[in-house]
């Protein structure tokens, strides 16, 4: 089965026999790489009990929980990586969060959908309504995104944290964005240290 | 009240937390599939409160199926065609293991003598079985309910001797509202002219009626509103209408005295306060220094914890409170909340989901 752009990059990032906690975990997709693939001791987060079983059913450590509250209950650096996919933008402090991740992992990785990609940015403009695109899928009303982001405020949110930008990732679809990333980015794709 | 079980006299008196030991200890036992030949394959399963060795063959007494027929057996989610599995009865408990109605040195019953025993006493006696039986490492100790407490009990205790841990609708303590309901069984039990202070072995009239109440009593606990209310509403018993008396009027109240009194064939009385005394007993932080995580610290094992939503003898909340020490621990834990009707007793009834998971963290 083939990772999901952002997590096929942050799964070829990650080094083998390491360890490392996905946040928001959703069916094990990426443990399950990186336990197989790559020898990892490979530990997850999920909120969805459905999905939380599917997970321990393939033999995945995940735990049901919720990322804005149980990341507490987890040692300081702990893991080598902590990783939050497309789940940095449902936080209810994003900015705790990313402090969460590198308090308990040495390096972290997130991903999330860039608000100021360009089908967002026209959607607003020429459509005047929230923008629904295949990036962002779901109406302001039912989207669990309650706090959308752009490129551009992850990198002050990070230089604000003290947080050190290691490597990062844009895509648009499954391609990769090199230049104009801001513009032309989908996802993006963070690898941080403090 | 011995079964066809295996059993096992302990070469060495069996130290007790409560000071002393007990000395000629038995554990009967069942066994279901072949040990391998590198015995790696074993499955140590831990029953319940008034559960006993008979997981998946008929109860001697009762001719019941065993209690955990739909989870273990060949082609089942433990399955006995590739799995050893180890059942015992508990000490303390009357299938065949030492408890109070055992014989004690002068000949008669220990009765109220029987010494007062732990969760961790319970297990040191399954460890002494797995030594004799040499079977140095588990592949997994499972458990429900009280049986969840003995798998954390060899997890914190002995943690070398178990590989995978899965603990299902279960507790690291009895809250102030267990012990509680506990203590209402224990006094129903006391209250009864029959059980006269414990001596009633030899005695024509038995504690049933007390024990009863107790098992009443408890069996609420195991059960939710919504599965009461499901299974019986304010429905009538063989009767059109109210008898205006205090007959079993209503459907529920047939249904509990009708599993009061079935408790009472099986199940020996002191046996239920020495049970029930251990597991109020039970705090394993207590145990460790007064902090759960310690309990774990430098554990290879792995962890699996389940609760239902509709378990309020259990919540998951006590479950999340394990995995919070787990994790602090950097243990290896999964924890699901499965949701499921029944109450408590859901980890013994069909819950597909709980297949799966016990399914897929064992293998």
Same mark, same amino acid.
């Given at each position: ?40 001791? !490979? ?6 009990? !459905? ?25 300081? %650096? ?44 026209? !959607?607003?403009?020429?459509?005047? %309504? ?33 947080? %050190? ?30 | ?19 002393? =030991? ?79 109605? =055992? ?9 109220? +003598? ?5 969760? +961790? ?53 009895? =809250? ?9 069984? +224990? ?26 109440? /107790? ?60 049970? *029930? ?22 554990? /290879? ?14 919540? *998951? @909340?006590? =479950?999340?409170?394990?995995? +919070? ?8 834990? @999964? ?29």
């Amino acid at each position: 089965m083939s990772l999901r752009p952002d997590l096929a990059a942050i799964a070829e990032a990650i080094a083998p026999a390491s360890r490392v906690l996905d946040i928001g975990c959703g069916d094990g997709a990426l443990l399950a790489n990186l336990r197989d693939a790559k020898q990892v001791d !490979a530990r997850g987060m999920e909120i969805d009990g !459905a999905c939380v079983e599917r997970c321990v059913a393939q033999g995945l450590s995940v735990v049901q929980g919720d990322a804005n509250r149980d990341l507490a209950d987890y040692p300081d %650096k702990g893991f080598d990586y902590t990783v939050l996919s497309q789940t940095l933008q449902t936080a209810t402090r994003p900015d705790e969060m990313l402090d969460q991740l590198l308090r308990v992992g040495r390096q972290a990785f997130v991903s999330f959908p860039n608000f100021a990609h360009w089908r967002t940015r026209s !959607a607003l403009m020429f459509g005047g %309504k929230m923008p629904v695109t295949r990036a962002i899928p779901v109406s302001w009303y039912e989207t669990p995104n309650i706090h959308h982001v752009t490129v551009k405020d992850f990198r002050e949110l990070a230089r604000e944290k003290g947080a %050190k930008i290691e490597r990062e990732w844009f895509f648009s679809g499954g391609t990769p964005v090199t230049a104009g990333t801001n513009w032309r980015a989908e996802f993006a794709v963070f690898q941080l240290s403090r | 009240m011995a079964g066809a079980s295996k059993t096992l006299q302990l070469p060495n008196p069996l130290p007790l937390d409560g000071g002393g =030991s007990l000395a000629d200890a038995v554990i009967a036992y069942e066994t279901y599939g072949e040990l391998d030949e590198d015995r790696s394959n074993a499955i140590l399963l831990c029953h319940a409160l008034t559960g006993d060795q008979y997981v998946a063959s008929p109860h001697p007494v009762t001719g019941k199926p065993g209690w955990w027929e739909r989870m273990v057996g060949p082609g089942k989610p433990i399955d006995t065609a590739r799995y050893h599995v180890i059942c015992a009865n508990v000490i303390g408990s009357c299938m065949g293991s030492s408890g109070p109605a =055992s014989v004690a040195s002068d000949g008669k019953p220990y009765a109220m +003598r029987f010494p007062v025993i732990t969760i +961790r006493d319970m297990v040191r006696g399954l460890v002494a079985l797995l030594d004799e039986l040499e079977i140095e490492t588990l592949h997994a100790v499972v458990g429900g309910s009280m049986g969840g407490m003995q798998a954390l009990s060899l997890a914190a205790n002995w943690p070398e001797r178990a590989a995978r841990v899965l603990v299902i609708a279960s507790t690291s303590r009895h =809250s102030a509202q267990n012990i509680a309901f506990h203590e209402l069984g +224990r006094q129903a039990v006391m209250a009864d002219p029959n059980w006269r202070q414990g001596d009633y072995y030899d005695a024509a009239d038995q504690p049933d009626a007390g024990l009863a109440v /107790a098992r009443m009593a408890a069996h609420i606990t195991y059960l939710s509103e919504e599965a009461l209310t499901e299974k019986f509403g304010r429905n009538l018993q063989d009767r059109e209408a109210k008898s205006f008396g205090f007959d079993a009027d209503f459907q529920v109240e047939s249904y509990l005295r009708y599993q009061g009194s079935g408790f009472t064939q099986r199940f020996d009385a002191n046996s239920y306060l020495y049970i *029930t005394r251990a597991m109020d007993y039970f705090d394993l932080a207590e145990e460790h220094g007064g902090k759960l995580a310690d309990a774990f610290a430098g554990t /290879a094992a792995r962890f699996c914890l389940v609760s239902f939503d509709s378990d309020w003898l259990y919540p *998951t @909340s006590e =479950s999340r409170h394990v995995v +919070r020490a787990l994790n602090a621990a950097g243990a290896a834990v @999964s924890f699901v909340e499965l949701s499921a009707p029944h109450g408590h007793d859901s980890f013994l009834l069909d819950v597909p989901a709980l297949d799966r998971v016990v399914k897929g963290f064992i293998q």
